[in-house]
């Protein structure tokens, strides 16, 4: 079993910055892509970054040029660093992992393969 624990959410004020870590550990995940997810209030959980274990990144078109995605294999952590931080940026955001870059640009995750999330609310 995985077992992934978000952390870095907070308050920030738009135009501001704000980094996000996710912590793996359980069952090895050698090779495996990571990802970030994030659900508003009233609308679904949407795709927002991913990165393979290589570092092949993909992005929504939505924070493109403004949130970037990494990782350190040897810590089994993913991060996404927030900069020009918008209020529509508030939501609750998720980390997962699976096999494929691709199956999280599509939403294709196990439900064991979730964290718990962690709130970001950003100030207008």
């Known amino acids: 079993q995985v077992q992934l624990v978000e952390s870095g959410g907070g308050l920030v004020q738009a135009g501001g910055s704000l980094r996000l870590s996710c912590a793996a550990s359980?069952?090895?995940?050698?090779?495996?892509?990571m990802g970030w997810f994030r659900q508003a209030p009233g609308k679904e959980r949407e795709f927002v970054a991913a990165i393979s274990w290589f570092r092949f990144t993909s992005y929504a078109d939505s924070v493109k040029g403004r949130f970037t995605i990494s990782r350190d294999n040897t810590k089994n952590t993913v991060y996404l660093q927030m900069n020009s931080v918008k209020p529509e940026d508030t939501a609750v955001y998720y980390c997962?992992?699976?096999?494929?870059?691709?199956?999280?640009?599509?939403?294709?995750?196990?439900?064991?393969?979730w964290g718990q999330g962690t709130q970001v609310t950003v100030s207008s």
């Open positions: 997962a992992t699976t096999e494929r870059v691709g199956s999280l640009v599509d939403g294709k995750v196990p439900n064991d393969y």
């Open positions: 359980g069952r090895t995940l050698s090779n495996w892509a």
